[in-house]
């Protein structure tokens, strides 16, 4: 019996060994998951515009949009840092 437990246990460890997954397919796993799941926010984000079944102001509405944008922009910055956040810059 002893064998058995033993064998199960390779198997388990081989198992694991194979199911490791290099970063880039990690990346590309989680890329195709994430930004789908964004794109259907910003649609969702999107239908909000509809003034025929919302009542907003262009502050309002250039607040989300001002918001976003600043979103993507420290998302551009991210890929071109290699994930790394720069502090935030003071403008006038």
């Given at each position: 019996?002893?064998?058995?437990?033993?064998?199960?246990?390779?198997?388990?460890?081989?198992?694991?060994?194979?199911?490791?997954?290099?970063?880039?397919?990690?990346?590309?796993?989680l890329a195709?998951?994430r930004v789908?799941?964004?794109?259907?926010?910003?649609?969702?984000?999107?239908?909000?515009?509809?003034?025929?079944?919302?009542?907003?102001?262009?502050?309002?509405?250039?607040?989300?949009?001002?918001?976003?944008?600043?979103?993507?922009?420290?998302?551009?910055?991210?890929?071109?840092?290699?994930?790394?956040?720069?502090?935030?810059?003071?403008?006038?």
């Amino acid at each position: 019996m002893a064998t058995n437990k033993n064998t199960a246990k390779t198997a388990v460890k081989n198992t694991d060994k194979k199911s490791k997954k290099s970063d880039a397919e990690k990346f590309t796993e989680l890329a195709n998951i994430r930004v789908p799941k964004a794109l259907r926010v910003l649609k969702s984000i999107s239908s909000l515009a509809n003034d025929t079944k919302y009542e907003y102001t262009d502050a309002q509405s250039t607040a989300i949009i001002s918001a976003l944008k600043s979103a993507v922009d420290d998302l551009s910055e991210c890929f071109k840092n290699g994930g790394k956040q720069d502090e935030e810059t003071f403008r006038i």
